[in-house]
Structure formats: structure tokens, C-alpha cells
């Protein structure tokens, strides 16, 4: 029996998805939904660009639960799948300037306007728990 590969990495990246909408963050698969959500998205809201990489799954998904265990947290979660839902995350990251493309990232919006952004760099030589204590304390100074 033959799998499609367009199956085949669906089945592979579906925990990755999960990892990250079981904490409650949205996805936003198309453009429409992203144009729909981010611009006109009152308050806070975070946009993590998640990505099959190890750094991702070693420092970026792990530092982002952590954050959201904060008491203090964005008012809305999305994500982006970077190489997965290409033309969703290309539109994600037209919010993001001057910030080139990185994946893993992570994005802090508020009233629709960027405020913080954690680059793949950033992502990928730190630890959860850094990466933790950044985004909460982004969420301190900008979701209250």
C-alpha cells in the first residue's frame, strides 16, 4: 500500500499541530483566517509560527505552554505552521516587519500592532524556560 506523501507528512506533523491547539491556541490555516483575526484581533494576542524543526519542539512549544501557565496571558493564541500552511504564514509574517521570516517565532500583538518578537535565534539557543520568562514577561508588560 502506497502513501501519498502530502498524507504522509500530515500524519507526521498532526502532533506537532496538537502539541500547540491543546493549550488552546487557534489555527490559522489560510490566509482569510489570518486576515481575519490579526489586524483587527482587540487586546493581545500571540501568534507562535511553529515549525517541524527540533528547536521547536525542544524550546519553542515547550517555552510556550510554560507562558500560558503565567497568570497573566495574551487575550487570544493563534498559530502558523510554517512550510506546512505556506500561504498562512506568509500572510502572518506581512504583521511581523521588520522582522524577516524565522521559524520557530514567536510574535506579541497588541491592538493589532507587533510589540515583541522572538526570532528563531532566539528560540533555538535557549531554553524553554528562557524562552518561558521572556513571553511572560512581554505578557506582564503588555497584557494588563
Do not use: W
Not at 2 to 26: A, C, N
Not at 34 to 51: F, Q, R, Y
Not at 61 to 83: E, K, W
Not at 102 to 114: F, N, Q, T, V, Y
Amino acid at each position: 500500500m502506497s502513501m501519498s506523501f502530502d498524507q504522509y507528512m500530515k500524519d507526521m506533523v498532526q502532533p506537532m499541530r496538537d502539541e500547540l491547539t491543546r493549550l488552546g491556541i487557534q489555527e490559522l490555516r489560510t490566509p482569510e483566517e489570518v486576515e481575519a483575526s490579526l489586524p483587527d484581533a482587540k487586546g493581545t494576542a500571540l501568534v507562535v509560527i511553529n515549525s517541524v524543526c527540533g528547536c521547536a519542539a525542544g524550546q519553542c512549544r515547550p517555552g510556550v505552554s510554560q507562558a500560558l501557565q503565567h497568570d497573566i496571558t495574551p487575550d487570544h493564541l493563534y498559530t502558523v505552521f510554517a512550510g506546512q500552511d505556506k500561504e498562512a504564514t506568509a500572510k502572518a509574517r506581512e504583521f511581523f516587519a521588520p522582522y524577516p521570516p524565522s521559524s520557530p517565532s514567536i510574535a506579541l500583538m497588541k491592538d493589532g500592532e507587533l510589540v515583541h518578537f522572538i526570532e528563531r535565534h532566539q528560540v533555538e539557543d535557549r531554553s524553554a524556560e528562557e524562552i518561558a520568562a521572556d513571553l511572560t514577561s512581554a505578557f506582564e508588560r503588555y497584557c494588563r
